[in-house]
């Protein structure tokens, strides 16, 4: 008897805990509100929160302590795990933590809320424009600052494998950090990392365009406070930051995915229906809707559903994941993700509050397209798109198309050197100077550009100088600078390659100049000289006026000019010297009689014939000197 009684007193006990267990799953550990805070005094009066935890939608939210703020509405949609709570009110609250009283099941829990204080204007981004050099990175390939992270248990993707383009490589956030030094003495002064936040995917989880967690910096790149020491470190050297967001789609095993709140939240099919990646089809007065529709809707990848932006609720998480992270690392810019793809109101929409809460932010929109119309029809002020756009730049795909095969053809009526000039021809198309855009060589998606150049280090130096000197935001892509090659294979995986030197036991560290051979070296000096030369010349970067000579025998000339000073660009693309056509410059070089070479600092005087050597590129800086100054002149 005895002893049965203790037996049912413990199995009571254990029954008293297993609850306890379950209704701490719906009320303790397992309730996560997104965003995880907001921000005092942020302009755009509401917020939505996103209470989730098991049977939540049930629950009640009163607000306790947020003088000025008041919850306008709760809702749960399709889902009972998920309630919405609006509050109004926003920016008059002070920094403070309050509390949400959530009432459920009987019981309440008190669940503390914070507003933080807003930066100051000090350390809030400064933007990104033409006077600055974006250096792109592959984080999980560039360097691992930290061994530790490589594995992290209870992830879908453990393991480890340098020999594998589609496997992880350990790269990380702190190994970004320590070579800063590095990026800073190349002249970069902006760093664009590929998708940092969590992606618990269970294969190519790399990079990173398969979110599963918005608010969380991937574990095996580092915490959030870890990206948060990035931005700080680049912010104390004077340089930038820009984060790489999504919009049109999310990872399969993203927590809001594997429970949807709202069946709206993603466009389905019947069975699995790829996007035909044809941006076309929505600037194509011909096309026909099921085209536009399935460019629109169809998914990215069979693991990327795609995300019904028309729905309101999804809307405002996505912008408010964008501000959030903004106010919350001070980021200079953003690189919106496939932009052609979302819904076109949407992202109108996003990038429109994005500047008005940050009106500095600098936006580019990933518009991989072949033509300049194709591209012009996403931007602010263009000509063709009947709807208002509110996006600055776009990621400048015809412009790469142009010099990546303008500079191997022989000179025909439009190829050669003059296919650049006929597609920057075309920028009346933008309706304003396209000088917010992105213009690049390579990415992480297309041929490394010493690939594309036939490994030709004449044709490098040719390709950078025009990328240092073209109207635009110039970007590099990390690793070429050191005549990494690989052309883009299936899924580009095999031009993500890793940094030599960035792991511990590397044989090779090309991070130092004598890790490096002579043929990277020369690349790397060229690419820093005109990117030092940049930095002292960022007026000129971003205001100077181009002006361009129809190229012939495959010589393009062309200018940035103000109105004091400005410079000449020579690309000579023949395999011979050309003498430079004087007679078509005298108007152009009018006041002008000396000019300094930017790579040689070589003085070049205008009263006598030239010529510039075969396969070459050369930027020639001047002063105007106004008519006054010029005795002896008529
Ligand atoms: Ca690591």
């Given at each position: 008897?005895?002893?049965?009684r203790?037996?049912?007193k413990?199995e009571?006990?254990f029954?008293?805990?297993?609850l306890?267990?379950?209704?701490?799953?719906v009320l303790?550990?397992?309730?996560?509100?997104?965003?995880?805070?907001?921000?005092a005094?942020?302009?755009?009066?509401?917020?939505?929160?996103?209470?989730c935890?098991?049977?939540?939608?049930?629950?009640?939210v009163?607000?306790?302590?947020?003088?000025?703020?008041?919850i306008?509405n709760?809702?749960?949609l399709s889902s009972p795990?998920?309630l919405?709570?609006?509050l109004?009110g926003?920016h008059?609250?002070k920094?403070?933590?309050c509390?949400?009283?959530?009432?459920?099941?009987?019981k309440?829990?008190?669940?503390?809320?914070t507003?933080?204080?807003r930066?100051?204007?000090?350390?809030?981004?400064?933007?990104v424009?033409?006077?600055d050099?974006?250096?792109?990175?592959?984080p999980?390939?560039?360097?691992?600052g930290?061994?530790?992270?490589?594995r992290?248990?209870?992830m879908?993707?453990?393991?480890i494998?340098?020999?594998n383009?589609i496997a992880r490589?350990?790269?990380d956030?702190?190994?970004?950090i320590e070579r800063?030094?590095?990026?800073q003495e190349?002249?970069?002064?902006?760093l664009?990392l590929?998708?940092?936040?969590?992606n618990?995917?269970?294969?190519?989880?790399?990079?990173?365009y398969?979110?599963t967690d918005h608010?969380r910096i991937?574990?095996?790149?580092?915490?959030?406070?870890?990206y948060?020491?990035?931005?700080?470190?680049l912010?104390k050297?004077?340089m930038?930051l820009v984060?790489?967001?999504i919009?049109?789609?999310?990872g399969?095993?993203h927590?809001?995915?594997?429970?949807?709140?709202?069946s709206?939240?993603?466009?389905r099919?019947?069975?699995f229906?790829r996007?035909?990646?044809r941006?076309?089809?929505?600037i194509?007065?011909?096309?026909?809707?099921?085209?536009?529709?399935?460019m629109k809707?169809?998914w990215?990848d069979?693991h990327?559903p795609d995300l019904n932006?028309?729905?309101?609720v999804l809307?405002?998480y996505?912008?408010?994941n964008?501000?959030?992270w903004?106010?919350?690392?001070?980021?200079d810019?953003l690189r919106?993700?496939?932009?052609?793809?979302p819904n076109?109101e949407?992202?109108?929409?996003c990038?429109?509050?994005?500047t008005r809460v940050?009106?500095?932010?600098?936006l580019?929109?990933?518009v991989?397209?072949?033509?300049?119309a194709?591209?012009?029809?996403?931007?602010?002020g263009?000509r063709?798109n009947?709807?208002?756009q509110?996006?600055?730049g776009v990621?400048?795909?015809?412009?790469?198309?142009?010099i990546m095969?303008g500079?191997?053809?022989?000179e025909g009526?439009?190829?050669g050197?003059r296919?650049i000039?006929?597609?920057l021809a075309?920028?009346g198309?933008y309706?304003?100077?396209?000088?917010n855009?992105y213009?690049?060589l390579?990415?992480?998606?297309?041929?490394?550009?010493?690939a594309?150049?036939?490994?030709?280090?004449?044709?490098?130096?040719m390709?950078?100088a025009?990328l240092m000197t073209?109207?635009g935001?110039?970007q590099?892509?990390?690793?070429?600078?050191?005549?990494?090659?690989?052309?883009?294979?299936?899924?580009?995986?095999?031009?993500?390659?890793?940094?030599?030197?960035?792991?511990?036991?590397?044989?090779?560290?090309?991070?130092?100049?004598?890790g490096?051979?002579?043929?990277?070296?020369?690349m790397?000096?060229?690419?820093?000289?005109?990117a030092?030369w940049?930095q002292?010349?960022?007026?000129l970067?971003?205001?100077?006026?181009l002006?361009?000579?129809v190229?012939e025998n495959?010589?393009?000339?062309y200018f940035?000019?103000?109105?004091?000073?400005g410079?000449?660009v020579v690309v000579?693309a023949a395999q011979?010297?050309?003498n430079?056509?004087?007679?078509?410059?005298?108007?152009?070089l009018n006041?002008?009689?000396?000019?300094?070479?930017?790579?040689?600092?070589?003085?070049?005087?205008?009263?006598?014939?030239?010529?510039?050597?075969?396969?070459?590129a050369?930027i020639?800086e001047?002063?105007?000197i106004?008519?006054l100054n010029q005795?002896?002149?008529p």
């Open positions: 008897m005895k002893d049965n203790a037996v049912r413990w009571f006990r029954i008293v805990v297993l306890l267990l379950v209704h701490g799953g303790g550990q397992g309730l996560r509100i997104d965003p995880p805070h907001w921000y005094g942020m302009s755009g009066d509401s917020l939505q929160l996103i209470l935890g098991k049977g939540v939608g049930q629950g009640r009163r607000l306790e302590g947020a003088d000025g703020v008041k306008t709760q809702k749960i795990d998920y919405f709570v609006d109004e926003i008059r609250i920094p403070q933590t509390t949400l009283q959530l009432e459920l099941g009987g309440t829990q008190r669940i503390p809320y507003f933080h204080a930066r100051t204007a000090e350390q809030t981004g400064r933007g424009d033409a006077s050099l974006v250096y792109l990175i592959m999980d390939r560039f360097a691992n930290d061994t530790t992270n490589d992290v248990a209870g879908q993707q453990t393991e494998d340098r020999t383009d490589h350990g790269g956030l702190k190994g970004i800063l030094d590095y990026l190349l002249g970069a002064t902006t664009w590929n998708p940092v936040q969590e618990d995917q269970p294969r190519e989880s790399y990079h990173g398969a979110i608010y991937d574990p095996r790149l580092g915490t959030n406070q870890d948060l020491a990035l931005a700080d470190s912010k050297r004077g930038k984060m790489d967001v919009h049109n789609h999310w399969d095993r927590h809001l995915n594997k429970n949807l709140p709202d709206s939240w993603l466009h099919w019947p069975a229906t996007t035909s990646y941006a076309s089809t929505q194509d007065p011909y096309a026909s809707s099921a085209d536009a529709q399935l809707t169809g990215f069979t990327m932006q028309e729905d309101p809307a405002r996505l912008i408010q964008n501000i959030w903004v106010e919350y690392a001070g980021l810019g919106l993700d496939t932009y052609a793809y076109e949407f992202v109108n929409c990038v429109a509050e994005l940050f009106p500095l932010l600098g580019v929109g990933v991989w397209v072949h033509t300049v194709e591209s012009a029809y996403w931007v602010k263009n063709l009947p709807r208002p509110a996006l600055p990621t400048d795909f015809p412009v790469y198309r142009a095969a500079l191997q053809e022989a009526w439009d190829e050197m296919r000039y006929y597609t075309q920028d198309l309706g304003s100077f396209p000088v855009h213009i690049f390579d990415n992480h998606d297309v041929s490394r550009v010493y594309s150049l036939n490994g030709d280090l004449d044709r490098m130096k390709a950078h025009m073209l109207r935001i110039p590099l892509y990390y690793g070429s600078e050191l005549l990494m090659g690989n052309h883009a294979g299936l899924g580009a995986t095999n031009v993500r390659q890793d940094m030599p030197g960035g792991w511990p036991g590397d044989q090779v560290n090309a991070f130092k100049r004598d490096r051979t002579r043929d990277q070296n020369e790397v000096d060229y690419i820093r000289r005109l030092l940049r002292k010349n960022g007026r970067m971003k205001e100077g006026q002006l361009q000579l190229p495959n010589l393009y000339i940035r000019q103000l109105p004091d000073r410079i000449m000579n011979k010297a050309a430079m056509p004087l007679d078509r410059l005298a108007e152009l006041g002008v009689q000396a000019m300094k070479e930017v790579t040689t600092e070589s003085q070049q005087l205008l009263n006598e014939p030239w010529a510039i050597p075969g396969k070459s050369r020639y001047y002063q105007k106004t008519q005795p002896g002149r």
